[in-house]
């Protein structure tokens, strides 16, 4: 988060104090980082949230689809057919609508660009453990 606050974004962070022998991050929000910064564009994982405001549908999804990475995205609305088209042109892996997005091991899960390769969960992650063949055969006599 030091990183953060040296690129002037506004950090906030939860008062719960750290065992002290434990690696430990409270829960946090960057809020408004800079577009080329690492606030911004490195996938941090951990219990921190990044908000950005935008003006436009066209803007959040030119903000969100402008990243290496794209594992997941939640879009929050009240209209569904703008969250079914967001959730269309979004370039992640997995869309929770007015929710986050958790992943079930019944479904498949995984992210686009540099935030994952292949799936796991699901039919899809099963067939990442198999090495497949295809075999054809001609009908016509030899």
């Keep these: 988060m030091d990183a953060a606050r040296a690129e002037g974004v506004a ?7 750290p065992h002290p022998t434990a690696l430990f991050m409270p829960p946090t929000l960057l809020i408004d ?3 080329n910064g690492r606030a911004y564009r490195e996938e941090i994982f951990g219990p921190v949230l990044t908000i950005l405001t935008f003006p436009t549908e066209e803007e959040a999804l030119a903000l969100a689809n402008d ?6 995205a939640a879009v929050f609305t009240s209209s569904m057919p703008r969250a079914l088209r967001m959730t269309r042109a979004l370039e992640v892996g997995m869309v929770g ?3 986050p997005a958790v992943p079930l091991t019944q479904l498949p899960w995984g992210g686009y660009k ?9 039919l899809a992650g099963l067939e990442e453990y198999l090495q ?3 075999v054809l055969i001609s009908s016509k006599d030899a």
Aim: hydrophobic letters at 25%; one cysteine or more.
């Design 97 to 99: 609508i007015n929710s």
């Design 132 to 134: 497949s063949k295809t």
């Design 11 to 17: 950090v906030v962070a939860s008062e719960v104090p």
């Design 67 to 72: 990243s290496c990475c794209g594992l997941a």
């Design 33 to 35: 980082p800079p577009t």
């Design 114 to 122: 540099e935030s994952d390769y292949g799936r796991e969960g699901g």
